[in-house]
């Protein structure tokens, strides 16, 4: 999350309620507004940022009543420079 202009991870959050995990279909749709593009394996890419997002399965997304998508427990990391 951004802080002051600066990015923070988050490191504690409230208990989540889901109705149900998110399919593939359902995260890659809710990351592309972000510049997000799938890989593999759950993996997510930002080239303008060099950020890889991984770990965004239906045990990491769920889905509220409501249709919201919840975030939790993913693994980000910075793309290796070449």
Do not use: C, W
């Not at 303008?48 to 509220?64: E, P, Q, T």
């Not at 998508?69 to 070449?82: A, E, G, R, S, T």
């Amino acid at each position: 999350m951004e802080v002051d202009d600066s990015l923070m991870a988050v490191v504690s959050q409230k208990a989540l309620r889901g109705i149900r995990g998110a399919t593939p279909e359902e995260v890659a749709d809710y990351m592309e507004p972000f510049d997000f593009i799938p890989l593999q394996n759950n993996d997510y890419i930002n080239s303008s940022f060099g950020i890889i997002v991984s770990d965004l399965h239906h045990r990491n997304v769920l889905v509220r009543d409501d249709g919201e998508l919840l975030v939790f427990d993913p693994v980000i990391y910075l793309q290796p420079i070449k």
